[in-house]
């Protein structure tokens, strides 16, 4: 069986992470530290609730005043970078959480503290109280961000303003309005940094659901600057191109499904067991006179606690079909329990989907075991 992701604190973290705060900070109490971490309940804190207590714990074993705490946090950074942790470690969240839980009333300390604490364990979700608290000292700050010689910085610019993070609290008035997000996307999206760009496009995708003509019309704008920009605006349009917006359709080259037809439709599973697969294939006949470039998806329509059906979209291909062709395709969907999403016993239906026009839909059912 797998480690659980929560047991990444386990005694060889604390142990190494313990030395480290005590070779910046001699008064520290290991001792205390650890008793106080592993308290009653720690055996049934999951992930989010572990770094949580883990940050308060920590605050119990500095100082009373967060200037200074946060200048030992600073402190600390190289000396866990001289002992081998390494900055993609997801361990370090609790970092950025004591400033957001401790620096939220001292936003110009916790501004300087984010800048380099980002450098180690990226503070995205930490920034997010402050936008809401600060939103134009803040992103008066993001944009001075996104100029900055480090890549991280530049990327906690755009990560930290999306607004709608997965797992991070919303940022309702740039949902509205994302308009002060857009200079810091235009500065960004040519960045030397791919991991920079990745968050253009991610912190645009987020736009294009509750403001989907901005997304467009900066997709006419950038495309064709370069190969990389052209990756971004791709990137950025998924969810567009999973809609079947026309406009964004004809921007990369799909046209009309008239000369395109679907055969040999079948579910291979028509009764699919919960924790099985869902099987089904079909015919393409690209019918033009010329080799046609077609975006083919599947929508899997879910059974939902309510009864009703709710569809999610998944990519099978995007190339050139020769002309006059037939191609032969199989899929297979499969239904295991997963965190992110609950099954439902019952109808379920799966459509094809060519160049965003769904063209046909089949039922199926999902049972137990």
């Not at 180690?120 to 001075?144: D, G, L, N, T, W």
């Not at 990745?198 to 600057?225: M, Q, T, Y």
């Not at 995007?318 to 609950?342: G, L």
Request: aromatic residues 10%; proline residues 4%; hydrophobic residues 40%.
């Amino acid at each position: 069986m797998a480690e659980l992701f929560k047991n990444i604190y386990n005694p060889i973290f604390f142990n190494r992470f313990t030395e480290c705060v005590e070779k910046v900070y001699p008064e520290f109490d290991t001792n205390s530290f650890l008793k106080e971490i592993y308290d009653n309940e720690w055996d049934n804190k999951e992930l989010k609730q572990r770094m949580r207590h883990i940050t308060v714990v920590l605050k119990n074993h500095l100082k009373d005043d967060f200037k200074t705490n946060v200048d030992i946090l600073l402190k600390l950074i190289p000396v866990l970078k001289q002992n081998d942790f390494r900055s993609d470690n997801l361990e370090f969240i609790f970092l950025p959480d004591f400033v957001e839980i401790y620096g939220i009333d001292d936003r110009a300390t916790s501004v300087e503290a984010f800048e380099e604490i980002t450098k180690f364990v990226s503070c995205e979700f930490a920034v997010r109280p402050f936008i809401i608290k600060y939103p134009k000292k803040m992103m008066q700050q993001m944009i001075h961000w996104s100029q900055h010689k480090h890549a991280m910085v530049r990327r906690l610019a755009s990560e930290g303003c999306r607004p709608r993070l997965p797992w991070a609290m919303a940022l309702p008035d740039l949902k509205k309005d994302p308009g002060a997000i857009l200079p810091i996307l235009e500065r960004l999206k040519s960045d030397v940094s791919e991991s920079v760009r990745r968050s253009v496009a991610n912190n645009l995708n987020d736009i294009s659901k509750d403001n989907p003509e901005i997304v467009i019309h900066l997709a006419k704008k950038w495309k064709g600057k370069s190969k990389e920009v052209d990756w971004v605006v791709k990137h950025a349009c998924r969810t567009l191109l999973k809609q079947g917006i026309p406009q964004v359709m004809q921007l990369f080259g799909f046209g009309k499904v008239n000369n395109i037809n679907i055969e040999k439709f079948e579910v291979l599973t028509p009764v699919v067991t919960i924790g099985g697969d869902m099987n089904f294939s079909f015919q393409l006949n690209n019918v033009n006179r010329k080799s046609t470039k077609i975006r083919l998806e599947y929508g899997l329509y879910y059974q939902k606690a309510n009864g009703t059906l709710s569809k999610k979209v998944f990519k099978i291909s995007e190339k050139e079909y020769t002309s006059d062709s037939s191609t032969e395709i199989y899929r297979k969907q499969p239904f295991k329990v997963i965190t992110t999403r609950k099954l439902h016993v019952g109808l379920h239906q799966v459509s094809l989907i060519v160049n965003g026009v769904e063209l046909d839909k089949k039922d199926f059912q999902l049972v137990r075991e």
